[in-house]
């Protein structure tokens, strides 16, 4: 689903995506000049619709804006990161970081 709205929750750290009743999220947290991704929970009945693509691709389009590191520490997003290399060639990915 590429028209999947997700909306940055800045205050809470999240990005979160609603659909069809449904609430699909990835925890973050900045640090310094960098986006670290924590978690991304989506519920079973999003599964297979793109609904965490679009909270990673949320979270890549907000580190490019504002000059993050993205630091993927969530299994999820480190997954798409790997398998959408056009997306994740346009931010610097700092890879060896652990939680």
């Not at 069809?20 to 000049?33: H, Q």
């Not at 079973?44 to 490019?64: K, M, T």
């Not at 000059?67 to 931010?91: I, Q, S």
Request: one cysteine or more; aromatic letters at 6%.
């Amino acid at each position: 689903m590429s028209d999947v709205e997700v909306v940055d929750q800045k205050a809470h750290d999240r990005f979160l995506a609603e659909l069809d009743g449904g609430v699909a999220k990835l925890e973050y947290r900045v640090n310094a000049d960098r986006l670290v991704l924590i978690h991304t929970e989506v519920p079973d009945a999003l599964e297979g619709h793109g609904v965490g693509g679009a909270l990673v691709r949320a979270a890549v389009d907000r580190a490019r804006a504002e000059g993050l590191t993205l630091v993927p520490w969530c299994e999820f997003a480190r997954d798409w990161l790997v398998k959408h290399e056009d997306e994740a060639a346009t931010v610097e990915i700092d890879w060896d970081s652990q939680p």
